[in-house]
């Protein structure tokens, strides 16, 4: 699409999470997502104020970060919004380009372009901001054959990266913004990066009897990319969306949505690695099958492990979401599979929605 000329995007790069003790969160999504540690940082390798461990799946790569000091802003960060989502970083053809353009079309800029190095190579960053505390960050790595980026030590034993439970890609990092700010957020990535709405659907579409949300669905020219942008919506009761907003202090990301290729057996490993996932309906199940009609999979199997399925035009997806993956009740996961479907699994968010409400219900917030 020419629209997106100006701000080319290769594709994902990493999600990195700051967090109180990255040591442990690197332990859980080793040990119940099944990721591999592949690289780290901190003081044994001349970082003085952070500890940073990568940890990888397929071409999922996650970076948990803590700060050693209180008054180090990944601390900071992290006593403010709790765990969660500081950088959705973009690989970029040219991380100077892409800073340049952004910055010109109105972004904020975080981090000047600037080259790191070390025997492996080089890598060139920039940053800029987004919605609440979080940024994007502009990875240009082709000239890099280290582990992640310069200065990273790597903790891959045998050079090998196993396969986990299956994960194989990012599929999609949703962002929670305030009542009435969705449509700035999606004037800003067609500004800043050409993206296209690709998918919305309103506070008619998407209601319980108590809350309600709105969503619209960014997308880069390839697809690759795809940001979905909530708003709350008027409930008469508080909205998961403003239960996210009160506890983050503000806008982030409230999902990270993983793709799998065998969801039966990566939910199935997930479970019992400890994972939690929300619960859905016996009753979802009664009518699941006549509006998604013929899959490949087994009926039985997705009831038994509450996996979700929706059809579109162009196919059907199936889905399930983790419950949030630290106390505040902010940030949580999805495992999708699509086999042709392109959307988010519209006609599940009624049914999501009254399984998180329950949780919620069940922390006194509803
Ligand atoms: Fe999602």
């Known amino acids: ?12 790069d990493h999600v990195e999470l700051w967090v109180g003790n990255a040591k442990q969160a690197a332990y859980f999504y080793e040990h119940a997502f099944g990721f591999t540690r592949t690289a780290y940082a901190g003081p044994e390798t001349g970082v003085r104020d952070r500890a940073s461990y990568v940890v990888e799946q397929g ?43 952004a910055v010109q079309r109105g972004a904020r800029g975080i981090a ?24 994007h960050t502009f990875v ?34 949703v962002g929670n913004v305030e009542l009435g700010r969705m449509n700035t957020w999606v004037e800003f990535y067609e500004r800043v990066f050409g993206m296209t709405n690709i998918v919305h659907f309103g506070d008619d579409q998407i209601q319980t009897e108590y809350s309600a949300l709105m969503s619209k669905v960014m997308a880069d020219g390839s697809g690759k990319i795809k940001f979905p942008i ?83 035009e162009d196919g059907y997806l199936l889905q399930i979401f983790t419950k949030t993956a630290q106390d505040r009740p902010t940030v949580f996961f999805e495992v999708i599979e699509r086999h042709g479907a392109t959307t988010f699994g519209e006609g599940n968010f009624k049914a999501l929605f009254e399984s998180i409400e329950r949780e919620q219900a069940l922390r006194g917030n509803l």
């Open 112 to 135: 000047e372009p600037h080259w790191e190095e070390d025997e492996f190579g080089r890598v060139e960053l920039a940053s800029i901001a987004t919605y609440g505390d979080v940024v």
């Open 59 to 101: 071409a999922i790569r996650l970076v948990l970060t803590s700060g050693l000091r209180s008054d180090s802003e990944v601390t900071q960060f992290a006593c403010r919004h709790g765990d969660g989502a500081r950088d959705i970083a973009l690989q970029v053809p040219s991380a100077d380009g892409a800073y340049r353009t």
């Open 230 to 312: 909530n708003e709350p919506a008027e409930g008469k009761r508080k909205s998961q969306i403003e239960e996210y907003l009160e506890f983050n202090h503000g806008p982030g990301v409230q999902h990270i949505a993983m793709q799998s290729e065998d969801i039966v057996a990566a939910v199935t490993q997930l479970k019992e690695r400890g994972v939690l996932f929300l619960d859905t309906p016996d009753s979802y199940y009664e009518e699941v099958e006549g509006r998604v009609g013929e899959i490949s999979e087994d009926y039985t199997d997705l009831k038994r492990l509450k996996i979700l399925a929706d059809r579109d």
């Open 140 to 173: 240009d790595r082709k000239d890099y054959a280290g582990p992640y980026l310069p200065g990273y030590r790597s903790t891959v034993e045998n050079g090998q990266v196993d396969s986990g439970v299956g994960l194989k890609a990012l599929d999609h990092v």
């Open 1 to 12: 699409m020419s629209s997106t000329d100006f701000m080319p995007l290769d594709g994902w």
